[in-house]
Nanobody, 126 residues
Framework: VQLQASGGGAVTTGGSLNLSCEAS????????MGWFRQAPGKQREFVGA????????YLTVWVKDRFTISRDNAENTLRLRMNNLNPEDTAVYYC????????????????????WGQGTLVTVSS
């Protein structure tokens, strides 16, 4: 499984970015997916998760009103739409994949995921 995250960049407060994570060498629909982020000097933290078929999603409370997680299984792509960004969102964002037989399940901790992308940097300045 290979995961390639992209779409990061530098924006100012209130800006938006669209992150993508393209999977290869995998039947994408067999994997639940997640986004995590790691801010400078901090531990990696969970951002959001989506089930295999995209019917079930979850975003943490500090982003749920600003971010949207989605996936396109036909394009083997996971997405994270980020609106109204603030400096606290500055981090390297990672996508992760979890092989699961359960179509509707989501996963919330790092240790549950099997594969990780390389990360894409998001920088938000005030």
């Amino acid at each position: 499984v290979q995961l390639q995250a992209s779409g990061g960049g530098a924006v100012t407060t209130g800006g938006s970015l669209n992150l993508s994570c393209e999977a290869s060498k995998v039947v994408f629909g067999n994997y639940a997916m997640g986004w995590f982020r790691q801010a400078p000097g901090k531990q990696r933290e969970f951002v959001g998760a989506i089930s295999r078929d995209g019917s079930s999603t979850y975003l943490t409370v500090w982003v749920k009103d600003r971010f949207t997680i989605s996936r396109d299984n036909a394009e083997n792509t996971l997405r994270l739409r980020m609106n109204n960004l603030n400096p606290e969102d500055t981090a390297v964002y990672y996508c992760a994949a979890k092989l699961t037989p359960h179509i509707g399940n989501r996963f919330f901790t790092e240790r549950e995921y099997d594969f990780w992308g390389q990360g894409t940097l998001v920088t938000v300045s005030s």
